[in-house]
């Protein structure tokens, strides 16, 4: 049982270049969130998905994309990366709201735009 | 809307000294309260939760107690280790119940 695992750890990119991150869970979870953790800022939500074939955006979705085509797999996609997107991104799965599931993350991803 | 504050970090702390990270929320009805805590080079994991006013809850040696009359959680440890040395997150369900919103991350480094 993996958990939340999380692809690529490391990346860099030049200003202008796509990437799409990618994450797994390997526990039957409806709920799968996208976060970037900056300095001084806490974790903040990006996009979420509620199930297989949906997505919504969360608190800073701008030049972000998902897709959950697979209940297990959640893709963050930046279409053309810029600097102010260098940041660590965590992917995180829950198995619904509720006052006793509790939110899995996975170890990040951390992203430099140059 | 919706928001959580923490206190300012770091916090700098001996061995075995008493902690205590302050939570106070802002939110739509009582949600259930978490902290979560985030080892250096990791991911968040979660440390405790509560669900309901008064209830305590508590994991590790950390306690934290869900005071509805003070919007507040918060994170209090007796006798800190330098292994407790991380980030703390408070956070709770957003009214729509679809996420967690999180404070900004109070960082705790103990020093033997």
């Known amino acids: 049982n993996a958990g939340v695992t999380q692809t690529p750890k490391f990346r860099v990119l030049k200003t202008g270049q796509s990437m799409t991150l990618l994450c797994a869970q390997d526990?039957?979870?409806?709920?799968m969130y996208w976060y970037r953790q900056d300095p001084g800022m806490g974790l903040r939500l990006i996009h979420y998905s509620v199930g297989e074939g949906t997505t919504a955006k969360g608190e800073v979705p701008d030049g972000y994309n998902v897709s959950r085509l697979k209940k297990q797999n959640f893709l963050l996609g930046l279409e053309s990366a810029a600097p102010s997107q260098t940041s660590v991104y965590f992917c995180a799965s829950r198995l619904a709201p509720g006052d006793y599931n509790e939110q899995f993350f996975g170890p990040g991803t951390r992203l430099t735009v140059l | 809307g919706d928001s959580v504050t923490q206190m300012e970090g770091p916090v700098t702390l001996s061995e075995e000294a008493f902690l205590t990270i302050n939570c106070t929320y802002t939110a739509t009805g009582y949600p259930s309260l978490f902290w979560y805590v985030q080892y250096p080079g990791e991911g968040l994991q979660l440390l405790l939760k509560?669900?309901?006013?008064?209830d305590k809850g508590s994991n590790k040696g950390f306690e934290a107690t869900y005071r509805k009359e003070t919007t507040s959680f918060h994170l209090e440890k007796g006798s800190v280790q330098v292994s407790d040395s991380a980030v703390y997150f408070c956070a709770f369900d957003n009214q729509a119940g679809t996420a967690l919103i999180f404070g900004k991350g109070t960082t705790l480094s103990v020093s033997s």
């Open positions: 526990m039957n979870h409806e709920y």
């Open positions: 509560a669900t309901k006013a008064d």
